[in-house]
């Protein structure tokens, strides 16, 4: 910092907003460009990333096809789902899948070394990669954090909160910041946002706090182009507890069998959907709010899950136990929660947005693969694959 200047400049050929998902796995990819990697969180990785718990899903498994994947996100997105992106998204996620399992990312893995598949509502297979039993999250961004960490074009500047674009001639050439020392102007002709979504601007989330969808915001007040922007998912099963953000019970304990169950410990998911307690999110989570909204509290019984995949579910009882709840001695109260945002800045298929240098990936762009709805495991796989695209 200078006495003359308010601000310092630095320069880049490319800044990438965000250190989830999507933020790093775009930073990797375009190595060896010089990439500045700025993040307002305090370290390395930071986002909801870290606390995706079920997995990620792909189509990788015997018999499996991408085309099976790309029905099932078209027919969970309640008629809105883009089908050209959703197939783009399932097959270039089934490569991308591939390439991580080889590339040795710890992946819970069968004897023989094949991934070992879960099961998640509204999916016709059992397609869902997960690592650490369900803390897939953590294990995968962390593995991918050691990797930028190794990569010297890629410059990380945590701490470092972006508050607006800068436009010359109506194109991007650089982003104000404002780090932790004093503002930062980072000039660069290609930004590219990966800042996540916007579950912390609700009461009641799963998401981190800084999920406050100034990505959105940033390219707002640039001029780009958003869309979708009132389609907010519930997840079904949050703890129902005091706490920000709520611990979720992830929905691949009711695809291993945790039941739903009114106060009389009745099963009512049945009379709801055909597919019961594996009906499409948005399903689930109405007919759960609307008992929890009448004043009946709503129950999930995790045993029969936690007695089929005996350790496959530390994250979840650990949370359980945060709140003095023990899962194997009772129904854990459950209700929905703001968790993912489908809305986005409007990207094409290269992540490229309306306007020229500013591309996004992962919760904050929106590229139609997921209609209104998204498909269970499916926000992962976008940052992965969106996030190697852009
Ligand atoms: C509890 C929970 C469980 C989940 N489980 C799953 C699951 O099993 N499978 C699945 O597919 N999805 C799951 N999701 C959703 C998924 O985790 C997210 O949608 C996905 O990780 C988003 O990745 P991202 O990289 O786009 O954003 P994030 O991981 O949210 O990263 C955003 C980054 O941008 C940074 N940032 C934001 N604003 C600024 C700013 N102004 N300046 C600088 N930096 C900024 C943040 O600090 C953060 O580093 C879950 C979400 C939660 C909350």
Redesign the pocket.
Known sequence: MTSSTPYDVRDAEVIV???????MTAALQLAPRAVTL????AGL?????????????AAVGPGDRPEDHAADTVAAGAGLVDAAMAALLTRDGAAQVRRLLEDGLPFDRAPDGSPLLGREAAHGAARIVHAGGDA??RTLVSALADRLRATPSVRVETD????DLVLRNGRVCGLL?CHGQGWVLHRAPRVIL????I?ATFART???A???G??LA?AARAGATLADLEFVQFHPTALAVDAD?VP?L?EALRGAGALLLDSEGHRFMPDEHPLAELAPRDVVARAIGRRVAAGEPVFLDLRPALAAKPGGFPTVLALCAEHGLDPFAESMPVAPAA??HMGGVVTDADGRTSLEGLWA????ACTGVHGANRL??????E?LVFGARV
């Open positions: 907003v965000g250190s989830g998902l999507a933020g700025i993040t307002k969180t990785p930071g986002g909801s990333s870290l606390y995706a718990q079920g997995g990620i899903a897939t999250g470092a909160f972006a508050v910041a990966a800042t996540g979504g579950g799963t998401n981190p800084e999920a406050t100034d990505g940033i953000p979720l992830t968790h993912y990936c992962g919760e904050v269970a495991s499916n926000s992962l796989l940052a």
